[in-house]
């Protein structure tokens, strides 16, 4: 199992990321996929999840409007578009896959069963 993110770096605030978390070695389509971020010393917040179909989306309130979840189910690729970057949204993102689409159950880490290495953004003021 492999979930491969990538796409992080430096911008200015105000500028664009996009992310990619490429899956391997499971069912793609069986799985919920999720965004997670964390900054030094603090705790990994739930960023934004995308059910199985790609037809359901949640967002994090600090994200909702500027950040756009999406997946390819034949690149087997969930991506996250992030606009308006904030000095404030600077963290490691993880991309995360769980079998269950629950809105209370996605919020949880520990709830999920596959987790990526993480990529770093930076947003500078």
């Known amino acids: 199992v492999q979930l491969q993110a990538s796409g992080g770096g430096l911008v200015q605030a105000g500028g664009s990321l996009r992310l990619s978390c490429a899956a391997s070695?499971?069912?793609?389509?069986?799985?919920?996929m999720a965004w997670f971020r964390q900054a030094p010393g603090k705790e990994r917040e739930f960023v934004s999840g995308?059910?199985?179909?790609?037809?359901?989306?949640n967002y994090s309130e600090s994200v909702k409007g500027r950040f756009t979840i999406s997946r390819d189910k034949i690149k087997k690729t969930v991506f996250l578009q992030m606009n308006n970057l904030k000095p404030e949204d600077t963290a490691v993102y993880y991309c995360?896959?769980?079998?269950?689409?629950?809105?209370?159950?996605?919020?949880?880490?520990?709830?999920?069963?596959?987790w990526g290495q993480g990529t770093q953004v930076t947003v500078s003021s």
């Open positions: 995360a896959a769980d079998t269950r689409w629950d809105y209370g159950r996605m919020l949880v880490p520990s709830e999920y069963d596959y």
């Open positions: 070695g499971f069912t793609f389509d069986d799985y919920i």
């Open positions: 995308i059910n199985w179909y790609g037809d359901k989306e």
